[in-house]
Structure formats: C-alpha cells, structure tokens
C-alpha cells in the first residue's frame, strides 16, 4: 500500500511556472513506478508525465513536451512535476500515481497504476 498527497497546485498566468510535488507514505517508493495524470472539467483523465524506479527512464505527453519535467528523490520519496510555460490549457486537476514493478519500466496506460493521490488544482489564466 502506497499513500500519495499532492502538492504545488494553484493559480498562475499563462507563461508562468509551477512545481508539483507528491510525497509517498507506505510501501519503499523506489520500488515503485510514478506518474502524474490530469483531468480538465467536462474531459477525461489523461496522461502527462512518467518515471521509472531509477529516475532513468522517463515519458511524456506530446502536450507536454519540453515544457513539463518529471523527476523523483528516492531518498525523500517524493515525485516531483515542474511545469513552466504554462497554458491555459494546461488548467486541471493533477493527480499523481504510482505501480509496483519488479522492473525499470514505464507506462503511460492508466490502468497500470494502483494508488492514486487526491489531486491538486492548476489553473492558468489568459
């Protein structure tokens, strides 16, 4: 069992800069795959950001790319998303996520992930 909480959210405009972060309690962290989602109003959860045990291997979402940056601190077990040139589109709740692996892996597929944090609001106005 892994317990996550969210961190960083809040109102930025557009252009600006936020950092997420999400502290994990439970179960040894660095065995675990994370992985940050967002869900706008009216849309469903999608996928943004995610790092592999090590911090070796990372993936993003193409709306990302560039712009956002996913990384971990084992020893603090914390995830972390720092988000620059921020969009109004960007604005969501962001959860984070994490999976048990016996591997470096990654995935970008909800469904892989176990535990989930309550959420923190992004908003990014225009």
């Known amino acids: 069992q892994v317990q996550l909480v969210e961190s960083g959210g809040g109102l930025v405009q557009a252009g600006g800069s936020l950092r997420l972060s999400c502290s994990a309690s439970g179960d040894t962290f660095s065995r675990h795959v994370m992985g940050w989602f967002r869900q706008a109003p009216g849309k469903e959860r999608e996928f943004v950001a995610t790092?592999?045990?090590?911090?070796?291997?990372?993936y993003y979402a193409d709306s990302v790319k560039g712009r956002f940056t996913i990384s971990r601190d084992n020893a603090k077990n914390t995830v972390y998303l720092q988000m620059n040139s921020l969009k109004p589109e960007d604005t969501a709740v962001y959860y984070c996520?994490?999976?048990?692996?016996?591997?470096?892996?990654?995935?970008?597929?909800?469904?892989?992930?176990?535990?989930w944090g309550q959420g923190t609001q992004v908003t990014v106005s225009s």
């Open positions: 790092i592999s045990r090590s911090g070796g291997r990372l």
């Open positions: 996520a994490a999976y048990y692996s016996y591997y470096d892996d990654i995935t970008s597929l909800m469904s892989k992930y176990d535990y």
